[in-house]
């Protein structure tokens, strides 16, 4: 099976990501794709407010990543541009509706059971943090500048842990998506991917390392700034946990 990896930040260009599909395949046969599918808004965020007792500093990144950097900004992005740029699920509807193909879901992979299977350790990082910024950076006196600034440093600090769950879960998460596309293989010809750019090197790898699989793309072009940063945190990880 022939596979192009179309990646990218969760919300850029679709025209120009639909341009570079069209150019490898006329007709693909399957779309394999990362957060494509959509959970009811309601099980998502009783799901997220499920590890806040646990990692408050976490959950509230969480729901800010996905409400706000990555649904509210796609919307707001497909309005300003007419629908050529927004998040890259369009990508997926887009191409199954007019090669009137399949697609699947290949994260499967739930980050909470991260959470909830050393809760003890995310627990004390979470609210250790919160107390030690607390006690740092507490709106005193209570303004509208100050109140601002001590949300906004829990914030960062809860990307910042939220990137470190990330590095924690990738290896899993990474062949996860792997095995869902190797397994489903034998049934198509000609196949896209589409995902987060940072989990394109991986992903590319793990494929090309399939006799059966031929990888147009195992390595991604020009990589967002902030996809480095990531990566290079995944790969830090990984050899502290070797």
């Known amino acids: 099976m022939d596979v192009w ?23 693909p046969d399957v779309i394999f794709a990362e957060g494509a ?20 500093l976490i959950a509230a990144a969480v729901i800010f990543h996905i409400y706000i950097s990555v649904e509210a900004r796609g ?29 699947h879901e290949i994260d499967n992979e739930r980050l909470g059971q991260y959470i909830r299977t050393d809760a003890i350790s995310w627990g004390i990082i979470n609210w250790g943090s919160l107390l030690g910024i607390t ?3 507490w ?7 100050n109140t601002i600034k001590y949300g906004t440093v829990l914030l960062l600090a809860g ?16 062949e996860t998506m792997t095995n869902v596309i190797t397994n489903k293989s034998k049934k198509y010809d000609q196949a896209i991917v589409v995902l987060g750019e940072a989990h394109h090197p991986g992903i ?23 996809t480095r940063v990531i990566l290079r945190i995944f790969e830090r990880y990984d050899r502290i946990k070797e």
Do not use: C, M
């Open 135 to 137: 006690i740092l950076v």
């Open 5 to 27: 990896i179309s990646s990218g930040t969760h919300v850029d260009s679709i025209v120009e990501r639909e341009e570079r599909i069209n150019e490898q395949f006329e007709s």
């Open 139 to 145: 709106p005193s006196p209570l303004s509208l500048w």
């Open 75 to 103: 919307i707001i992005k497909s309005k300003i541009t007419g629908g050529e740029s927004g998040r890259d699920v369009k990508i997926v509807q887009n191409l199954t509706s007019r090669h009137d193909i399949e697609w």
């Open 159 to 174: 990307y910042i842990l939220f990137i470190g769950l990330l590095a924690v879960a990738n290896h899993a998460r990474e």
């Open 37 to 56: 599918e959509k959970i009811p808004d309601r099980e998502q965020l009783v799901s997220i407010l499920g590890i806040a007792p646990v990692a408050p």
């Open 204 to 226: 590319g790898r793990r494929l090309s390392d399939e006799s059966k699989l031929n990888v147009l793309n195992p390595e991604p072009e020009g990589l967002d700034w902030g």
